[in-house]
């Protein structure tokens, strides 16, 4: 049995300063020190497989988690990722497909970045991207969301990555309805407000107490 999970903070505070940590990794994502007024979305998609004990979203062999969040967050997106080499540019990628889409959330390396409801054309956000780049993504991740972009990062799991989905507009309505539509039968979905998963207990949950969460499950 496999197990989807969508953790969310709506609203959440995503003013971050200019030497905001660039550490924004798995669990600790939840942790950053914010300020400012509520005014932007976030989210946390997990997955694993009982059965194989394998812990990470893109893991899934029929791509189940990836699937519910290309529905979530439609398309066309701006990808953007960067080479293998030290002093490598950032690639800018137009995935005008759900196909190309998926297989972007299947496959996206530590540092990429996933970016879709944004009207300026592509050089425009590239120039954005790599301004803020170096020393503080978080910043464009702000500016991006003001302007009505909802952004996908890659998280490392324990066997490949889980997602953090940043976004101008709450989303948990809308992984419900994908969940119910579109989850495998041998899987189960939970949509869970992260004040009730701190620590890794609750977070790991479908690994000690499946029921525990029972009152958010699709």
């Known amino acids: 049995m496999r197990v989807i999970k969508y953790f969310f903070e709506e609203p959440t505070l995503l003013d971050f300063q200019e030497s905001a ?3 924004f990794l798995g669990v600790v994502s939840f942790n950053v020190t914010l300020a ?3 005014r932007h979305y976030r989210g946390y998609l997990a997955a694993s497989d009982l059965e194989s004990r ?3 979203g893109s893991s899934l062999e029929d791509q189940a988690a990836a699937k519910i969040l290309a529905q979530v967050i439609e398309g066309p997106g701006w990808y953007f990722s960067r080479g293998s080499g030290a002093n490598e540019s950032i690639k800018t990628q137009l995935l005008s497909s759900s196909d190309t889409i998926l297989q972007a959330l ?4 530590a540092e990429s970045l996933l970016v879709t ?3 300026p054309m592509g050089q425009e956000l590239t120039a954005l991207v790599n301004r803020s780049n170096e020393k503080n993504t978080f910043g464009a991740i702000v500016r991006l969301l003001d302007l009505g972009a909802t952004i ?3 998280e490392p799991a324990h066997v490949g990555h889980d997602w953090s989905v940043f976004s101008s507009k709450p989303l948990s309505e809308s992984f419900r309805m994908a ?3 579109m989850a495998p039968e041998d899987c189960r979905c939970f949509v869970v407000p992260y004040g009730r998963a701190k620590g890794e207990h609750k977070f790991y949950f479908e690994q000690y107490d499946i029921e525990l969460f029972k009152e958010f499950e699709i």
């Open 179 to 181: 969940a119910q539509e």
């Open 21 to 23: 940590s660039e550490s």
């Open 36 to 38: 400012g007024a509520a």
């Open 106 to 109: 299947v496959t996206m390396p």
């Open 54 to 56: 394998t812990i990470g």
């Open 152 to 154: 996908i990062l890659p």
């Open 117 to 119: 409801n944004f009207n």
